[in-house]
């Protein structure tokens, strides 16, 4: 074949992609027609945070373009049909969008019919009032009439993602993906006047369609029965394979938890540059404040130490306030507390590095650095009236968004019961196969090859902060118990003298500390100093 017949060889088996809808509209189709995540990612093949993505802006490529294209087009033609049977008059282009128009032009009345057909996490703890004036909503920015639980908010989560003010208002990069593109807050979202007869499509608001009274399926027990008869009982086989699929599994997990929450997972949105790594192997610029202090030195005597082993951290640490939505830019110098992201802050000065850690962790240099949502908490906690330790850091700018505790609180929930059911079990196969789920899913939600469901780094660097946050306010509370901190060490090891019975409770539950070590330091004076490890203590000294 000569150069010229390849040419036209692959000219002839070439072909364009399948052109798909804007990322928006493809939620609304699925929703319109009331199908879950889960249902279509069944159907394609694919996992249901891969759906998301592809509804908050990502494309699929080859064949599964194609399918996916066919299913869009599929769902595009339903409801046309169902809108002609019903008498709408819906406009020839696009009558899906119009009939979202209308839902959004209902405002009030549908939401709250949704609110009442449906009861996400906490909703029925929720009160919702009636705002004098429009606020900014915290997940888009655009004004809102309402307030749930105190944050001013859009009670049906499609006018927060109304495809034409999208349109008008862009995201700062063409690949931001979030629910709802930010927009300036005196932007006024678009409504239309329907008419009498005119009979919009229903469109489920995304997190808080009607679920089936049921109780969570126990994925993580089915998996480890599976496990164990697929090797036949080998426990060291059936471990290994469990904790190779933890991460599919986990995020399994995920997306079964967060059936009928009030907000979806956003798994891949824009990323500002400062939570993206500088090099291939380098670090992003976020400082996650992780303690390594040693007490520089100890009263006169001998010391009896223990090492203690703070259980399950990184699991505890899931609880703690996550944004929902994309990250926004803003330089002002208040926080809100209603909000969770990172910051550029001037810390204070720390006075107590002789008994205590500084809650910045260590670090030499000096002057601003971006710090996240925990450390910020935790330094303005301990500034407050009730401690005292130290001022208020200095906020220059953040990137947050409006935020909730309680994300991924069933999630937390649900591998924290499986834990205790292990222990009192004494289901070693299970107990390293949720350590592995929960600790995993930390480790690869950042810029890892081995979660791709998944991209929130943001996410990363502020449960690992927590987990750090956590373990200094243990430090505090043994201070304050009177025992004398000796160490405080990564996420979960904290060193002690005195007696620690009386503080924290002993055992393996998440809540409580076991025993790690134990030595002996001190004689008439003995310095620990930050390069001390206690096992090159002298024996004689132990």
């Keep these: 074949m000569t150069g010229f017949e390849a040419i036209d060889a692959l000219l002839a088996g070439a072909r364009q992609e399948v052109e798909l809808p804007p990322a928006g509209r493809r939620r609304v189709l699925r929703e319109a027609l009331n199908l879950s995540r889960t ?3 069944r159907v394609l093949g694919v996992s249901p945070s891969t759906v998301g993505g592809w509804e908050s802006g990502r494309d ?3 064949e599964i373009r194609e399918k996916y294209a066919y299913f869009l087009e599929g769902a595009r033609t339903k409801l046309e049909e169902q809108a002609e049977s019903a008498g709408e008059e819906a406009s020839s282009e696009d009558p899906v969008d119009q009939s979202y128009t209308d839902q959004i032009s209902r405002g009030q009345s549908s939401a709250n019919q949704d609110s009442a057909d449906a009861e996400p996490d906490g909703a029925g703890a929720d009160e919702v009032e009636t705002l004098s004036a429009p606020q900014p909503c915290v997940l888009c920015g655009r004004p809102a009439g309402h307030q749930v639980a105190g944050f001013p908010q859009h009670l049906d989560p499609g006018e927060c993602s109304d495809t034409d003010e999208q349109s008008q208002h862009p995201a700062p990069q063409a690949k931001a993906e979030a629910p709802a593109e930010p927009a300036p807050a005196e932007a006024s979202p678009t409504t ?12 489920v ?7 089936p009274a049921s109780e969570l399926p126990d994925l993580i027990g089915g998996a480890v029965a599976d496990a164990l008869a697929e090797h036949a009982g080998d426990v060291d086989a059936a471990t290994a394979a ?3 699929r933890a991460i599919p599994d986990a995020m399994a997990l995920l997306d079964e938890t967060r059936k009928g929450g009030r907000y979806d997972i956003v798994a891949h949105p824009w990323i500002p540059d400062i939570l993206r790594k500088q090099t291939a192997r380098g670090a992003d610029q976020i400082w996650e404040a992780r303690p390594k202090w040693a007490r520089p030195e100890l009263p006169v005597g001998r010391h009896e130490v223990t090492a203690l082993d703070i259980n399950g951290a990184y699991l505890s640490a899931l609880k703690t306030h996550l944004p929902i939505g994309q990250l926004e830019h803003s330089t ?3 926080h809100d507390r209603r909000r969770a992201g990172v910051h550029l802050i001037t810390p204070p000065v720390w006075e107590h590095d002789a008994v205590l850690p500084n809650p910045v962790g260590n670090r030499d240099e000096p002057g601003p650095l971006w710090v996240t949502e925990p450390t910020l908490r935790l330094l303005l906690r ?3 009236p009730k401690y005292g330790l130290c001022d208020p850091p200095e906020i220059h700018e953040s990137f947050t968004s409006g935020a909730t505790e309680g994300l991924l609180e069933k ?3 649900a591998l924290k019961d499986a834990r205790d059911k292990a222990i009192v079990d004494a289901d070693e196969v299970t107990l390293e196969y949720v350590k592995a789920m929960y600790s995993k899913f930390v480790s690869t939600m950042g810029e890892s090859n081995y979660n791709r469901e998944l991209y929130r780094p943001d996410w990363m660097h502020l449960i690992r902060s927590q987990a750090f946050s956590n373990l200094w306010m243990k430090a505090y509370k043994a201070y304050d118990e009177g025992l004398v901190v000796v160490r405080a060490m990564g996420t979960d090891e904290l060193h002690v003298s005195g007696d620690w019975r009386s503080v924290f409770p002993e055992g393996r539950g998440v809540s409580e500390v076991k025993v790690k070590d134990t030595y002996t330091v001190g004689r008439d004076t003995y310095t620990v100093g930050k390069d001390t490890d206690p096992a090159a203590v002298p024996e004689r000294d132990r």
């Design 39 to 41: 249902q279509v990612a």
């Design 60 to 62: 699929p490529s080859g």
């Design 192 to 203: 239309t006047t329907p008419t009498a007869s005119a009979k919009s499509v229903k469109i």
């Design 205 to 211: 608001p995304v997190g808080r369609r009607v679920q």
């Design 242 to 244: 469990l904790v190779k």
């Design 332 to 334: 002002d110098s208040h």
């Design 382 to 384: 301990l500034s407050g």
């Design 411 to 413: 999630f937390r929930i």
